[in-house]
Structures are given as structure tokens and as C-alpha cells.
């Protein structure tokens, strides 16, 4: 069963990854990876949520 939240959750995790990135680089059309950032802090800000719970 675990196996299975854990692969839902990796495909949920990259759709929306995608998602993300395919807004960001239509608004900015600059060299920098904002999406890319943006991505990292906020799963970075997540799990020191979760972290500290």
C-alpha cells in the first residue's frame, strides 16, 4: 500500500512541478531559472513544515 501513495505521490509531485515551471516560463523570458527556484524553496519551506511537526 505504501508503495502505491508513494508512486501517486511522485506523479502528483512532477505534474505539478511541470505546471509550475510551464506558467513561470511563459511570464518570464529570461535566462535565470525562476521556476526552477521557486520549486526548490517552496518544497524546502514544506518540509521544514512537516519537518517540525
Known amino acids: 500500500m505504501s508503495l502505491i501513495l508513494i508512486g501517486l505521490s511522485a506523479g502528483l509531485g512532477?505534474?505539478?512541478r511541470f505546471l509550475v515551471t510551464t506558467m513561470i516560463k511563459q511570464h518570464t523570458?529570461?535566462?535565470f531559472p525562476w521556476a526552477t527556484l521557486l520549486i526548490?524553496?517552496?518544497g524546502a519551506f514544506l518540509l521544514g513544515i512537516l519537518g517540525s511537526v
Open 40 to 42: 526548490n524553496l517552496s
Open 29 to 31: 523570458k529570461q535566462i
Open 14 to 16: 512532477a505534474s505539478l
